[in-house]
């Protein structure tokens, strides 16, 4: 059974690359280590680059996120042959661990060469704290806006300046299922709003199956509820909970609330902690139906050998088709890093094609580059990129594109909270507060 809708291979624009890496070593216009905040300025590696140490930080520590930290670890090597990669990886999904230790590193003046963090909301906390300094000059020497998409750029630029480089994209909304489980239980069409998916999912347990939704920790809750939001509210009232446009404390907000109330008693039991993998595996092995995951979750899937169409399928969450909810990968420059100019050779691979090419085919994302050519990638991923250049853009809560880093932290505070008591009431006056608080 094929119950995936046909999502057309991708047409991207390929623009022939701007920019290549200069040899002979130097800069124009700024010095290297300067933080490029001359926007004109372009970034010249010395050739094999600048040599020493590069500690990278990343929650990418294991399985199939490792497999895509490896794939760039393996391109960067191969470019800038003087420089050493050094892994500073954090287990736990989402950064639900390595967060809290970067802060305090950045705290105490510890600054990784080079640390992962969101495009969007998540970013501007580390700017207006002074953490992250300018990399103009490398985005500048990449190609600019020749090779990454404007809508991406912006959600990087404060006051002109741009904070990081964009290694992916990745999408929030999709329901990854195991067809052999929706077959027997009779499930055949891909649900249009909540209200059919809830309807399947009292087909799957009458077939057998105890929790035909898997969930994990927090993180992965607040990212289920907000692909809920979104499905209730629609694209533009989801996006006004972030600007005021729409109150938190709203009619929609609280049926979203009721909605996911009622899909997490289809769920499993989870704690706090629980990292996202097992809630993927679930489906492979055919223990559950539907998991709600970024696509990170296709990186697993191949890992463990399953097939696209047989051994999973895929669809937007119901009611959300039309959407992409955004977030994206992206390396930054700390202030006070050791190895500045180390870091910007970093930067460099993790912006080339062919660093966007290895490490996304690995990763499950799609490139934040526009000139990767689709046909080197899976199915999947052509989809994606098809549906990021025709959809509505909506931004991931959970992956720091929508809220700070403070506001993440409040709303995963009520979600937890709702996951023990399930008080819909008390969420949504939590969710309020939470707005009132944060919101500038
Ligand atoms: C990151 C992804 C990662 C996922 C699960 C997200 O916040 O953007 O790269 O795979 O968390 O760890």
């Keep these: 059974m094929r ?118 909301a998540e970013l501007t906390d580390y700017i207006a704290q002074g953490q992250i300094v300018p990399v103009n000059d490398v985005v500048n020497a990449l190609g600019g806006s020749k090779v990454f998409p404007q809508t991406l750029l912006d959600r990087l630029t404060v006051k002109g300046n741009i904070y990081s480089v964009p290694s992916n994209i990745h999408r929030a909304n999709v329901v990854w299922a195991n067809p052999k489980v929706l077959q027997t239980a009779g499930v055949t069409a891909v649900p249009k709003d909540i209200k059919s998916w809830i309807a399947d999912m009292d087909k799957v347990k009458a077939s057998g199956v105890n929790t035909p939704l898997t969930i994990g920790g927090t993180w992965t809750q607040v990212q289920l509820f907000e692909t809920i939001l979104i499905a209730d509210l629609g694209v533009d009232d989801y996006n006004g909970l972030f600007d005021g446009k729409t109150k938190w404390d709203s009619d929609k907000v609280k049926t979203a609330v009721n909605d996911y109330k009622t899909i997490l008693t289809y769920a499993n039991t989870a704690s706090d902690g629980d990292d996202w993998p097992a809630a993927t595996d679930a489906v492979i092995d055919g223990k559950a139906a539907y998991n709600v995951m970024g696509d990170w979750a296709v990186a697993e899937f191949n890992e463990k050998k399953a097939v696209d169409g047989t051994g999973y399928t895929y669809f937007p969450v119901p009611g959300t088709d039309g959407v992409f909810d955004f977030l994206a990968d992206s390396f930054t420059l700390p202030k006070g890093a050791k190895n500045a100019d180390g870091a910007k050779d970093w930067l460099m691979t993790i912006g080339s094609a062919d660093g966007q090419k290895a490490f996304n085919l690995a990763k499950g994302s799609i490139p934040a580059r526009t000139d990767v050519p689709a046909d080197a990638f899976p199915k999947y991923q052509q989809s994606a990129m098809n549906s990021f250049k025709k959809d509505k853009i909506a931004s991931s809560i959970a992956h720091g594109a929508a809220v700070s880093l403070a506001w993440n932290t409040d709303i995963s505070t009520a979600i937890s909270k709702f996951y023990a008591g399930r008080n819909a009431d008390t969420l949504v006056s939590d969710l309020a507060a939470a707005a009132a608080k944060h919101q500038k």
């Design 3 to 120: 119950i995936t809708k046909s999502w057309p291979v991708a047409a991207i624009a390929i623009t022939a690359l701007a920019f290549s890496a200069c040899s002979t070593g130097g800069t124009t216009s700024t010095s290297s280590s300067s933080g490029g905040t001359d926007t004109t300025s372009v970034y010249s590696p010395k050739a094999g680059g600048a040599g020493g140490d590069v500690g990278v930080f990343t929650w990418w520590a294991a399985g199939s996120e490792k497999a895509g930290l490896d794939a760039l670890q393996g391109v960067f090597t191969k470019q800038y042959s003087n420089d050493k990669f050094v892994n500073l990886a954090v287990a736990g999904g989402a950064g639900s661990n390595a967060k809290a230790k970067l802060a305090s590193d950045l705290q105490n003046n510890q600054p990784p060469d080079s640390f992962q963090g969101h495009a969007g």
